[in-house]
Every structure is written in structure tokens, then in C-alpha cells.
């Protein structure tokens, strides 16, 4: 999925250049049901009903941080079985490889969402500086989310490196919404709030994606609906792990996602269980 950037001790500078970022003003959300065809990784959780109503301009599907991709059951191979057109993975493991820290490479991506080609982008931003499920203390703050100022050097290395993704693809996301495409971005469910599903307490001092000054800007000028389930309730077998996720969707995309909002645990065991409320 790319690296880049270093050591980070300072808030950085705004992430989201207005051209980039437009006000909420500026979008009109969907009408409820509108849009075109989506879903998570592999398109699960969207009623056909809902699957009808994404066809849209006949774009592209992007998979931000695919890893290989290609697969049937990728989100590009959903893509392409079910709507007959194209899809992209990006990712520096892909075929070809693409790597967002490189500007040349960011640049075309944006030119085509710009440019009305990008129907859809799902955005699954590397999570390990986020995730509780690190060892060791947390690499971000309240205070210090874009990392915190006494990190190691390989620390802090890692953060910023994350950081430049994440922004770069919001970058991508908001052109792809101001061109009139649909978005999903996947990251684990944040532990930090009292009574929602993924509280942890002895986790609660990790700052999940969701929190992130940008995650929040994007929230706010797209409408878009965070959605958290229990991805073990797609999976086909007993004692997969349980992983809680959660899902920013633009608010077409939601809109369908009847099957997610819907999701609960039916699995009689885990091999590997998460924390927090079921």
C-alpha cells in the first residue's frame, strides 16, 4: 500500500486542500436509496434491491490498499461479475502496483476521479498505527493524533508514513464525491466510546481512524454514516476470527447497506474472540 514520509514531532499542515475538501454546502446528499453499486470488501451487505438502484455513469470501481486483489471474490472481482464493468486495485502489491506516496501515481488517480471515472472507491487504510491490536503502547493521542511527540524514530517513521496514505486517499475519496461517486472506508471499530458496541476499557486511550481531524472533516462534508459490525457474520464458517469493523459510507451507500446495519455474531465459538459488547 506504499510508504513514505518520516519522523513527525509537529501537527502537520491542513491534509485536505479546499479544491479537495469541499464545504458541506457544496453536496447534496442522495436521495435515500440513489446512487450506484457498492458494498464493503466483496460487496457483502447490500441488498439486491439496493445493488439495482448503483449503476450510475458506468465508472470504475477503485480499491484503495487492495492488496492483490484480482481474486472472484475481491471487491474488484464483485465488482466486475456484477455490474460487467471495470475495476482498479491500488496497492504496491497489485498488478500493476500502485503506490500513493507517489505523487506522479496519486495525480493520476485524482485526474480520473476528477474527471467523472471513478464510480466508487473503497478505502481500506492500512490500520496498524490505529489498531488496538498493536503491541506495545499507542503510537497517537487525544491530544497527539497525528502521533505522539516521543516516539521512536521507527515509530514515528511508521505514523507519518500512515498519516500520508490516510490523507492521500481522503484526497481521492473527496474528488471521487465531488465528481459524484459513491465511497466506503474500512478501518477497526473504535474502543474509546462508552456504550457502543466495540467499548473496551482497557483500550479506550487508543485514537481509532475515526477520530482522526480529517476522518471527521470528511464526515461533515459528505454526510456520510459510520456503520459498525461484526465482519464474522459474513464469514461461512465457525471459529473465524471475530473482528469488529467499522464503515464510513457516503450516504447512498448506507442507504443500501441494509444486510450490514443488520449484522450480528450467530457463531456458536471463536478461535479468536473480540472484546467489547456482541
Known amino acids: ?14 491534509l485536505l486542500p ?7 454546502q457544496r453536496l447534496t446528499p442522495p436521495a435515500q436509496g440513489a446512487g450506484r453499486e457498492a458494498g464493503g470488501v466483496r460487496l457483502h451487505g447490500v441488498k439486491p434491491e439496493g445493488r439495482a438502484t448503483w449503476l450510475g455513469n458506468g465508472g ?10 484480482a481474486g472472484p471474490e475481491s471487491l474488484g472481482g464483485s465488482w466486475r461479475r456484477r455490474t460487467g464493468r471495470a475495476a482498479r486495485d491500488a496497492d504496491t502489491r497489485a498488478n500493476p502496483p ?4 507517489d505523487d506522479a501515481q496519486l495525480g493520476a488517480l485524482l485526474a480520473a476521479a476528477r474527471a467523472g471515472e471513478i464510480a466508487y472507491v473503497h478505502a481500506g487504510v492500512p490500520c496498524e498505527t490505529w489498531s488496538v491490536a498493536r503491541v506495545g503502547a ?11 511527540a516521543d516516539l521512536s524514530e521507527a515509530d514515528a517513521a511508521a505514523v507519518a508514513a500512515a498519516n500520508l ?16 461517486g459513491e465511497f466506503s472506508l474500512e478501518n477497526p471499530a473504535g474502543r474509546n466510546v462508552a456504550g457502543a458496541i ?15 481531524p480529517e476522518t471527521q472533516a470528511l464526515r461533515a462534508a459528505t454526510g456520510a454514516e459510520l456503520l459498525v459490525f461484526p465482519q464474522c ?42 472484546h467489547g459488547v456482541d
Open 1 to 14: 500500500y506504499g510508504t513514505g514520509g518520516g519522523p513527525q514531532s509537529s501537527p502537520p499542515p491542513p
Open 18 to 24: 479546499p479544491r479537495d475538501l469541499p464545504q458541506p
Open 60 to 69: 470504475l470501481a477503485l480499491h484503495l490498499f487492495s492488496g492483490a486483489g
Open 98 to 101: 500502485t503506490d500513493l506516496a
Open 138 to 148: 499507542p503510537l497517537r493521542t487525544a491530544d497527539e493524533p497525528w502521533g505522539r
Open 165 to 180: 496514505l490516510m490523507r492521500r486517499a481522503m484526497r481521492i475519496i473527496m474528488a471521487v464525491v465531488a465528481a459524484g
Open 198 to 212: 466495540g467499548f473496551w476499557p482497557a483500550m479506550a486511550r487508543y485514537v481509532p481512524l475515526w477520530d482522526m
Open 233 to 274: 457474520a459474513f464469514a461461512a464458517h465457525e471459529g473465524a476470527p471475530q473482528k469488529l469493523t467499522g464503515l464510513l459510507c457516503s450516504p447512498a451507500f448506507a442507504a443500501a447497506a441494509v444486510e450490514i446495519r443488520a449484522a450480528r455474531c450467530t457463531h456458536a465459538r471463536h478461535d479468536h474472540r473480540a
